[in-house]
C-alpha cells in the first residue's frame, strides 16, 4: 500500500475557546488503494479517537475499535451503513451532510474541525469535536471521507455548568440594589450590572471595553494614572476600605457616591471590582440637618426669650444669652453658677418652680407665672416660664426645655392699660352723655327749625293763591321763589339732620305696606311745580299687578323726590322723564328712572353716591345742591334691604336703577 505522510490543519475559530486545536487528534492522511483499506484496520483500532471512513453516499467503509463499541459492532462485524442515518440527530443530519458535500466537492478544502452531536449504541447523544479529512482512491476516481471524533462531552458539561453559574452571578449581581463594576488590570471595564447602568446612564453594549476613569470627572483622571500597579502589588490603602469620591454621569452631571474596592488574581490576569451607592440623597439630608441644625442653634442664641435645657436630674446644661441677662448673672460667672446648677436640689419642695420642673421630669409639660427671685442674682423678675419635656426619636427621655419671657415690661403695660381703661369707660360715660344730649339739641334743633318754616311756607302759598287779595304778576312770581326757597330749606335741614342720625346710628324706620306706584305719584306731585315751570314730559310704565313692598312712606317719598328733583334740574326745558317699574325674578321689584339731560362723565360716575360729592363743585357751579341727596338715597335703600346705582352718559341722560325686596 503506498502511501503519502502529512499533518492535517485545523480550521478553528478563535473567537469558541471550547474547539482547540488541542481537542482534535493529528491523523496521518495517506493516499490509498480503496481495495486495501482495511489493511489500515489494525493502525486506526490502536487510536484513542473515534474513527470512521465513510464513502461519497456516507456508508460506513471502516470505523475503528473504539467508533464499534460507541455504535454498538462487534469486534468481527464491519459495519455497512449509512453514517448519517445511524448515529447523527435529526435536528443536526442537514446540516451535517451538506458539510460533508462540500468537503467531497473541493479538492482543496482543507482538513476541517466541526463541533457535532453523535447518537451511540445505548441511543445519547454526545458531543464530539469532528475532524474530517478527504482521502482519494489511487485507483480510481472514488472519494472518501476520513472522520476523526474526539468526546468532549464532558468538557462542554463543564462549560455549560460554568456557563450557568456566570449566568447566576451575573444575575445576582444585576439584583444587588448597588452598582458593581469590574475591569481588567488595564483599567478596561468587563462587567457592568443593571444598577450601574440606572446609576451611570451607560448601556452595557456601550461601556464594555470603555476605560473605567470614563465615569470619574476630568479632574481625577490625572491621580487615578497608576492607580491600577499599585492596586496589583497591594499597596494601595484603598482597597478594602469603603471611599467617598465624585462620580461621573453619561449625561455630564456630577454626584457623590460611595466606593469599596476589591482586587483578585484569576489565572495570572489582574481584575478590579468596585461596589458603587449613590449617596446624593444621604448628602442632601446631611446638608440639609446641618442648616437645620446651625438654624435652631442660632435661634437658640438670637431668641428674645431666655432659653435653658436640663438633664434627667434637673441639672441645667445649657442656656442661651438671654436667659443670662434675665436671670441677672455677670457673664463671667455662667459656667460656675448656671451650667450645673441643680433645680431640683436647690429649691424647697413648696417652691412652684420646683414642681413645675418635677412635673417635667415625669414626662408632662408644665407651665410657670409669677415674681421669681433669682438665685444667681437679687433680682426680682416677673416671669412666664413654657416647660416641655424632651424624647428623642428613639423614645428616650432626656431631660426638658424651658422657655422663660421677662414680662416686667408687659406688667408695666398692663397697669398702665388698666389705668387707661378706666379712664376710657369714665369718656365713655361722659360720651354718653354728650349723645344724649346731641340727640335732644338735634330733636330740638329739627322742631325748632321746621316751626318758623311752616308758617313762611304757608303764608307764601295763601298769597300766592290769591288767599289774602290780588297780587300783580311780579308780586305772584315773587311768592313762588320764596315758596321754592322754603321748601330747598326745608330740604337742607331734613338731609343735614338725617346725616347727622344716621351716623349715630339713631335713624328710626316705620315699615309699612305700600304701593310703590303711590310713592312715586307722590314724589311727582311734589314736584309738580317745577315739573310744569320748565315744561317736562312724565312718562310712567307701571304694571297695576306689582305686588306690594314693606317700607317706610316718608323716607321713601324723599327718595323719589330727590331723584325726579335731580332730573328736573338736570334736564333742558322740554325734556323727558320716565319711570317704569318691572318684577324680577318674583323676589324683587326693579325701578328705572331715566332723563335725557346732561349725563355725567364717565370719571364722576363712580362717586355720586358719596357724601358730599358733586361733579361741578366750583363756586360758580351752574346746579345748586348740596352734595347729599343721592348718599341719603342709597343710604335710605340700603336700609330698606334693596340696592341702587346709575347708568349715564354725558349728553345723553342719565337713568337711576333702584331694587327693592317685594313683601
Excluded at 479538492?107 to 458531543?127: A, F
Excluded at 349715564?648 to 337711576?656: A, D, F, L, Q
Aim: aromatic letters at 8%; hydrophobic letters at 35%; proline letters at 4%.
Amino acid at each position: 500500500m503506498a502511501t503519502k505522510k502529512e499533518i492535517l490543519d485545523f480550521s478553528v475559530d478563535e473567537s469558541d475557546n471550547s474547539l482547540t486545536q488541542e481537542d482534535s487528534v493529528r491523523i496521518p492522511c495517506t493516499s490509498i488503494s480503496f481495495s486495501e483499506i482495511e489493511h489500515s484496520q489494525l493502525f486506526y483500532d490502536l487510536l484513542d479517537s473515534f474513527i470512521v471512513l465513510i464513502d461519497e453516499n456516507g456508508r460506513i467503509i471502516l470505523a475503528n475499535k473504539k467508533a464499534r463499541s460507541f455504535l454498538g459492532f462487534d469486534d468481527k462485524d464491519l459495519p455497512n451503513e449509512i453514517f448519517s442515518d445511524l448515529c447523527l440527530p435529526e435536528d443536526e443530519k442537514e446540516d451535517i451532510l451538506s458539510f460533508f458535500s462540500s468537503v467531497l466537492s473541493d479538492d482543496n478544502v482543507k482538513p476541517m474541525v466541526l463541533e457535532t452531536s453523535i447518537i451511540g449504541s445505548d441511543g445519547i447523544p454526545k458531543t464530539f469535536l469532528l475532524n474530517t479529512s478527504l482521502l482519494k482512491d489511487t485507483t480510481s476516481s472514488d472519494k472518501a471521507l476520513l472522520l476523526s471524533c474526539t468526546d468532549i462531552q464532558n468538557k462542554k458539561e463543564l462549560e455549560t455548568e460554568l456557563l450557568f453559574d456566570i449566568e447566576m452571578i451575573s444575575s445576582y449581581l444585576d439584583s444587588v440594589p448597588y452598582a458593581f463594576v469590574l475591569s481588567d488590570y488595564t483599567g478596561m471595564i468587563t462587567f457592568w450590572n443593571e444598577n450601574a447602568s440606572k446609576l451611570f446612564g451607560y448601556e452595557k453594549d456601550e461601556i464594555f471595553g470603555k476605560s473605567i476613569s470614563i465615569i470619574m470627572p476630568k479632574r481625577y483622571r490625572k491621580a487615578h494614572e497608576g492607580w491600577d500597579e499599585l492596586i496589583s502589588i497591594g499597596k494601595s490603602p484603598v482597597v478594602g476600605k469603603i471611599i467617598e469620591v465624585t462620580g461621573l454621569r453619561k449625561d455630564g452631571t456630577e454626584f457623590p457616591l460611595e466606593l469599596a474596592i476589591t482586587t483578585t488574581r484569576l489565572k495570572g490576569e489582574v481584575f478590579h471590582g468596585a461596589i458603587i451607592n449613590d449617596i446624593s440623597k444621604r448628602k442632601m439630608k446631611e446638608r440639609l440637618t446641618l442648616i437645620a441644625k446651625n438654624k435652631y442653634r442660632m435661634m437658640f442664641e438670637k431668641s428674645p426669650l431666655g432659653i435653658f435645657h436640663f438633664d434627667e436630674k434637673g441639672v441645667i446644661t445649657q442656656c442661651n444669652e438671654n436667659l443670662v441677662k434675665i436671670m441677672g448673672v455677670p457673664e463671667e460667672s455662667v459656667i460656675s453658677n448656671v451650667i450645673g446648677f441643680n433645680i431640683v436640689e436647690s429649691f424647697d419642695d413648696n417652691n412652684s418652680l420646683k414642681k413645675a420642673i418635677m412635673q417635667v421630669l415625669a414626662g408632662i409639660p408644665a407651665s410657670y407665672e409669677d415674681e421669681f427671685c433669682s438665685p444667681f442674682s437679687e433680682k426680682i423678675i416677673p416671669i412666664k416660664a413654657e416647660f416641655s419635656p424632651v424624647i428623642s426619636d428613639e423614645g428616650k427621655f432626656m431631660g426638658g426645655v424651658c422657655v422663660v419671657e421677662d414680662f416686667t415690661e408687659r406688667k408695666a403695660a398692663e397697669k398702665a392699660l388698666n389705668q387707661y381703661a378706666q379712664d376710657l369707660a369714665k369718656a365713655n360715660e361722659e360720651l354718653k352723655s354728650l349723645d344724649r344730649m346731641k340727640d335732644e339739641f338735634l330733636s330740638n334743633l329739627r322742631h325748632e327749625l321746621k316751626t318758623p318754616l311752616i308758617p313762611i311756607k304757608g303764608y307764601s302759598e295763601l298769597m300766592y293763591e290769591e288767599a289774602l287779595g290780588e297780587l300783580n304778576q311780579k308780586q305772584k312770581d315773587a311768592m313762588e321763589k320764596v315758596m321754592l326757597s322754603s321748601e330747598r330749606l326745608k330740604r337742607l335741614i331734613d338731609s343735614l339732620l338725617y346725616v347727622s342720625i344716621t351716623e349715630g346710628g339713631n335713624v328710626e324706620y316705620t315699615f309699612l305696606p305700600l304701593r310703590i306706584s303711590e310713592v312715586i305719584d307722590a314724589a311727582i306731585h311734589d314736584r309738580s311745580p317745577e315739573i310744569t315751570s320748565k315744561g317736562h314730559e312724565i312718562e310712567k310704565l307701571i304694571p297695576s299687578d306689582i305686588p306690594l313692598i314693606e317700607g317706610d312712606l316718608e323716607y321713601l317719598e324723599e327718595v323719589f323726590v330727590n331723584i325726579i328733583d335731580n332730573s328736573v334740574k338736570f334736564t333742558p326745558e322740554s325734556g323727558k322723564i320716565s319711570i317704569s317699574v318691572t318684577l324680577q325674578d318674583n323676589k324683587r321689584i326693579h325701578i328705572q328712572i331715566s332723563d335725557n339731560g346732561i349725563g355725567i362723565s364717565e370719571e364722576n360716575l363712580p362717586h355720586i353716591f358719596n357724601r358730599f360729592y358733586q361733579a361741578d363743585g366750583s363756586s360758580t357751579r351752574k346746579y345748586g345742591g348740596n352734595g347729599l341727596g343721592l348718599y341719603i338715597c342709597k343710604k335710605i335703600i340700603v336700609a330698606h334691604n334693596g340696592d341702587m346705582w346709575a347708568d349715564s352718559k354725558e349728553g345723553k341722560g342719565t337713568t337711576i336703577h333702584i331694587l327693592l325686596p317685594i313683601k
